[in-house]
């Protein structure tokens, strides 16, 4: 039996895991207890990087005899049943005030659950989402706990050891809020992530067919575009992406990868989530439509018979292009990270946590696969406002959406008359337009409703609830007095 000598644990050694361990033995000061279902993976960890020191566990009783107290784990298995059966048995092995971790992409519904659960039994149970891939767990990731005060005392340090760092110093970790607040955060997290990535998706097709570029020619725009305000780790990615020569063909590896994209269901979770909290996130739902849509082969196969355009798409002056799509990219991101913040309001305030936007938006500034310059700004928007409504319209942002909104008109007029599709570009302009109206055609669709079901409405001009009898001579009367 092993001597209580860790003060941190990982259970799950896969490729995550195994390098969430490797970090975290790194950092001075932590001793790391590491246990897996099949024996060969501890082993072969513990064999491969003996300069870690880990202590290795065979069962889940060796494992919690070699945590100093409070016991403290992060599960790193995959999300569902597996899950669930690991916290099972930890919370067998476990005393009241040790701490469980669920470093996985859990839907936080199911966080919540757990946790309610686990702290029956006096245990700590945390949500902790964890974004930056096999690098980010590896390097220092950005990390979103959720779970209780109690359990921050003690974690806080431990995760502050191994996450990423700002540019100004700040360990990109923060305790978001309790039970669900991390993985919900997390969710929101990929959400953004699926909008950006497709953004920039509809911007290199548009400058490829409008321009006739290659994609190497493309790869060097972006890498300009990401010595200014586009500055991301997505855009430096995306250069390198269009750079890259397929070694057998010779063709751009591009124009080799199928144009089927994948999804692991974080951006589905997210728009299921707004649209239950009735917060619009049209933008993260169209990228995540667009994926739905590129992964049904068979149906665009047969729409080909479908008419487009008569003419084919070109562009006479081709900077001046190029510069109406990088601002139509960077106008609509700032679109997608004020619809994914306002989902972030929504959520808190649906489920009573408390949730510091600021803190948010710094701890993705280093680490996750969001990461970018533009996060400063938001950090300083809700510095100077915490509780402002719409990031939006923040003073910086609202003046590149004023500089920027000529050429996203530009632009996605182009694309419509191109028949080329850009659905997040154009359900972004029209988010936009919708925010800044003065009156939408709300009015007729609630007239509408009270037509077909008597769903009444309200008026401009005076209190109450109202509903018109519609057949006869149209009688309006007040909703209380028809029941």
């Avoid at 048995?89 to 659950?113: C, Q, S």
């Avoid at 149970?125 to 980010?136: D, L, R």
């Avoid at 390198?240 to 080799?256: H, N």
Wanted: glycine share 10%; hydrophobic share 40%.
């Amino acid at each position: 039996m092993n001597a209580a000598a860790a003060n941190i644990g990982v259970v799950g050694l896969a490729v995550m895991g195994s390098n969430l361990a490797r970090n975290l033995a790194s950092r001075e000061g932590n001793t790391v207890a590491v246990y897996n279902r099949s024996r060969e993976k501890t082993d072969q960890l513990v064999a491969e990087h003996p300069e870690a020191g880990f202590i290795p566990a065979f069962s889940y009783e060796e494992f919690a005899a070699s945590l100093s107290k409070p016991r403290t784990a992060i599960i790193m298995v995959k999300a569902g049943r597996g899950t669930d059966a690991v916290i099972d048995e930890l919370v067998k092995v476990f005393e009241p005030g040790d701490i469980i971790v669920d470093g996985g992409n859990a839907y936080f519904p199911d966080t919540i659950r757990r946790e309610k659960a686990v702290r029956e039994t006096g245990i700590n149970f945390v949500g902790a989402g964890i974004s930056g891939g096999e690098e980010g767990a590896l390097n220092g990731p950005s990390i979103m706990p959720g779970g209780s005060d109690e359990s921050w005392v003690t974690l806080g340090p431990i995760l502050k050891s191994i996450a990423a760092v700002a540019d100004d110093g700040e360990p990109c970790v923060t305790h978001i809020g309790h039970d669900g607040a991390g993985h919900f955060v997390k969710m929101v997290h990929n959400g953004i992530e699926y909008a950006d990535m497709q953004l920039i998706a509809e911007a290199y097709d548009l400058i490829r067919r409008g321009t006739g570029k290659a994609p190497a020619e493309i790869a060097e725009i972006f890498a300009e575009w990401n010595r200014g305000e586009l500055e991301s780790y997505l855009i430096e990615i995306t250069a390198e992406v269009l750079r890259q020569v397929d070694a057998e063909t010779g063709k751009p590896l591009v124009d080799v990868i199928l144009d089927q994209a994948g999804a692991k269901g974080t951006g589905a979770w997210t728009v299921q989530t707004a649209l239950s909290l009735g917060v619009p996130v049209s933008g993260i739902a169209e990228a995540t439509f667009a994926r739905s849509l590129s992964s049904h082969p068979e149906q665009r196969e047969v729409a080909r018979v479908l008419p487009g355009p008569d003419t084919e798409f070109h562009v006479d002056d081709v900077d001046g292009f190029v510069e109406d799509v990088r601002q139509a990219l960077f106008a609509s991101k700032i679109i997608a990270y004020s619809q994914g913040f306002d989902e972030i309001r929504a959520g808190a305030a649906e489920y009573d946590w408390t949730i510091d936007l600021g803190a948010v938006s710094k701890i993705w500034r280093a680490g996750c696969i969001i990461r970018a310059q533009f996060l400063n700004r938001i950090a300083d928007a809700y510095a100077e406002q915490p509780e402002l409504p719409v990031l939006a319209t923040a003073p910086y942002f609202a003046d590149a959406l004023t500089r920027g909104q000529a050429a996203w008109r530009r632009v996605v007029v182009a694309a419509t008359q191109a028949g080329i599709p850009s659905p997040a570009f154009s359900s972004s302009l029209a988010y936009y337009d919708g925010l800044r109206a003065d009156r939408l055609p709300a009015a007729l669709v609630q007239g509408q409703r009270d037509f077909f079901g008597a769903h009444t409405y309200k008026r401009i001009d005076k209190e109450g609830t109202f509903h018109t009898l519609w057949s006869g001579d149209r009688t309006e009367v007040e909703a209380e007095d028809t029941h």
